[in-house]
C-alpha cells in the first residue's frame, strides 16, 4: 500500500532555531517528491524533488531526496514566527495519474 | 496572474441534501485534482482529470461522489445524499499538465454536514 510517513508529528522551536523535518515514503512507480506549507486551508507549494541528492533552496528553507532509502528532508534555518504551520510531504504516483499521496503533516510551531 | 478559486469558502449542509462545489484552476493548466482532508488528516486524492477526462476516479469513496469538468475549465464535485462523514476541507488543485508538473492548490471549500 502506499504511504507517506512524516515526523515528528509536531515540533515547538524558538525563534531562530534551525529545524529538520522528516518524510519516508512508499510510492508505486515513485516519480517525485513534494513539499507543501499549510498554513490555513490552501497548502503552498515549497519544493519538487525528482533526482536524488541535490539540495534545492529557496530563502531559509532547503530540501534533498535520497531515492536509495526512500526518504526526503527539509530544513529551515533562523526560524521564525512566520514559519509557523503544518508541512505537507507528498509523493507523486507515477503511471498515468500524477495524484499526490501525502503524509499527515508536521505541525510546526515557533515561539519568539 | 490569479490562481485557483473554489467556491463557496464554506458550506453547512443538513444530512441527506446534495452539494455541488466549485473549481476554477490557473488558466491554461490541463491538469485538474480533486483532494478531501478531513480534521486533522493528510490529504486524500479523490479524482484527476486530463482535460475533461478523468482517467483516474480511484480515490471517489462512493457512487454518492461525482464530478465533472468542462474542456480545460471549470470543474464541479458533486456529493449527493450527504452524510455527516463527507464532512471536510475539499481541495481543488491544477497543475501545467499531468506529469512532472507540481500542483497549485485553491483555498478550499469546508463542508459540514450536520
Known amino acids: 500500500e502506499d504511504k507517506v510517513v512524516q515526523s515528528p508529528l509536531s515540533l515547538v522551536v524558538h525563534e531562530g532555531d534551525t529545524v529538520t523535518l522528516n518524510c519516508s515514503y512508499e510510492?508505486?512507480?515513485?516519480?517525485?517528491l513534494l513539499w507543501y506549507k499549510q498554513e490555513k486551508k490552501a497548502p503552498t507549494f515549497l519544493f519538487m524533488l525528482?533526482?536524488?541528492?541535490i539540495e534545492k533552496k529557496s530563502g531559509r528553507l532547503s530540501s534533498i531526496l535520497d531515492k536509495k532509502e526512500l526518504f526526503s528532508i527539509l530544513n529551515i534555518t533562523a526560524t521564525q514566527t512566520g514559519d509557523s504551520a503544518v508541512y505537507l510531504c507528498?509523493?507523486?504516483?507515477?503511471?498515468?495519474?500524477?495524484?499526490?499521496?501525502f503524509g499527515t503533516g508536521t505541525l510546526l510551531a515557533i515561539q519568539p | 496572474g490569479a490562481g485557483v478559486s473554489q467556491s463557496p469558502s464554506n458550506k453547512v449542509t443538513e444530512k441527506g441534501k446534495d452539494v455541488e462545489l466549485r473549481c476554477d484552476p490557473i488558466?491554461?493548466?490541463?491538469?485538474l485534482y480533486w483532494y478531501r482532508q478531513r480534521l486533522g488528516q493528510g490529504l486524500e486524492f479523490l479524482i484527476y482529470?486530463?482535460?475533461?477526462?478523468?482517467?483516474?476516479k480511484s480515490g471517489l469513496p462512493s457512487d454518492r461522489f461525482s464530478a465533472e469538468r468542462t474542456g480545460e475549465s471549470v470543474s464541479t464535485l458533486t456529493i449527493q445524499r450527504t452524510q455527516q462523514e463527507d464532512s471536510a476541507v475539499y481541495l481543488c488543485?491544477?497543475?501545467?499538465?499531468?506529469?512532472?508538473?507540481?500542483?497549485?492548490f485553491g483555498p478550499g471549500t469546508r463542508l459540514t454536514v450536520t
Open positions: 488543485a491544477s497543475s501545467l499538465r499531468s506529469l512532472s508538473y507540481e500542483q497549485y
Open positions: 510510492v508505486t512507480n515513485f516519480r517525485s
Open positions: 525528482t533526482s536524488s541528492g
Open positions: 507528498a509523493g507523486n504516483y507515477g503511471g498515468a495519474t500524477n495524484k499526490l499521496i
Open positions: 488558466s491554461g493548466h490541463t491538469a
Open positions: 482529470f486530463q482535460g475533461n477526462s478523468a482517467p483516474d
